[in-house]
């Protein structure tokens, strides 16, 4: 169930419209401008930011309940704005645990910055823990080249939370996180997305062409892989996963309701009582569906509850932040594979809206952690190997 403080920020008329323009969206590649601007004025973009900043004060459970509601209705401007979220609810977090160096973040957001996501590189599945991009410190900051991919926001974001690696010293290389403004000189963005699905994220290209990022932008410097994860970083996995977890599971969530009321409704020739609804095959189906459903909510609201709660689960935070987005991801797709089977030839038809809920559902196995990424890091962890610890062969 949806918080009220959440629910207050996402009220159901403005939800209803979201719906209505998603196919929209999604038919002409367009970037959910609208959607936005409605985000905007009812401060879900400052959900995560203090109340003592000017924000809206929701904890992580609560954040993760919105982020749930939201994608229920319009799933692609759910995981764009996850994108911003979850760098304010990083801050947050950070801000809480006495270190107040990302205060002008938090305080940004509030008077209507917008940060997005550029760590997707080409050659790195290891994405924030290492990166293709190069860091090289300079007097006053450092400037960064390198390739960004899926950077959601690309429209209206007005900072880019950035990283690279400072290779100075090749025994000891570091990850630099930074916040570059839009005003930057030194980047391009390529209008590159055209893609399968999430198309109103409007997840263009950046190129890093030398950008110059001064020191009071710079969030990290921290040791290259598993190795440097400090609160900042961890925070970054728990706030990013989790919001993909629930944005898909949300999707989930609306493939079943519209698959249940589209099976009452559908009739055959071969059924003599009633519609689809009461054939064996379509009602096992759709229990199929429904327990994939069941396994997931409760599985995120306890790492939720447990972030928020402050509940120590040392360096297996990481196994089960990565394991709750696996196993959220991989259900969400069972649940949208099924519907189209049971949607049948009218299902591939994109008035059905089943193939837009089927091509988007898919995408969630490709947002980190991918499954081979996935399954290293609870391997390891499990097996108490460092997952730093390279394989060694012969």
Known sequence: MTTTAAAALLPDAMLERFAERA???????QFFQEDFEELRKTGYLAAAVPRELGGAGLTFAECMQGQRRLASYAHATALAVNMHLYWTGV???VWRSGDKSL???????VSGEVYAAGHAERGNDIPVLL?????????GGYRFTGHKFFGSLTPVWTFLGIHGMDTSDPTAPRIVHAFMPRSTEGYSIKDTWDVLGMRATASHDTILEGAFVPDRYIARVVPAGFGGADLFILAMFAWALGGFANVYYGLAQHVVAK???SVKKKTSIGISRGSMAYHPAVQHAVAQMVLELEAIGPHLDRLADDWTSGVDHGPAWALKIVAAKHRAVEGAWKVADTALDLAGG???FAASGMERLFRDARLGRIH???PALTHEIVGKLTLGISPDEQPRWG
């Open 23 to 29: 196919p929209i969206y999604d038919r002409e590649n």
């Open 91 to 93: 801050a947050a977090d």
């Open 103 to 109: 205060e002008w973040l938090l305080r940004g957001a």
């Open 131 to 139: 990166s293709t991009s190069k860091a090289e410190r300079v007097p």
């Open 259 to 261: 698959t249940v009321e």
């Open 346 to 348: 009218f299902g591939i």
């Open 368 to 370: 980190p952690a991918n």
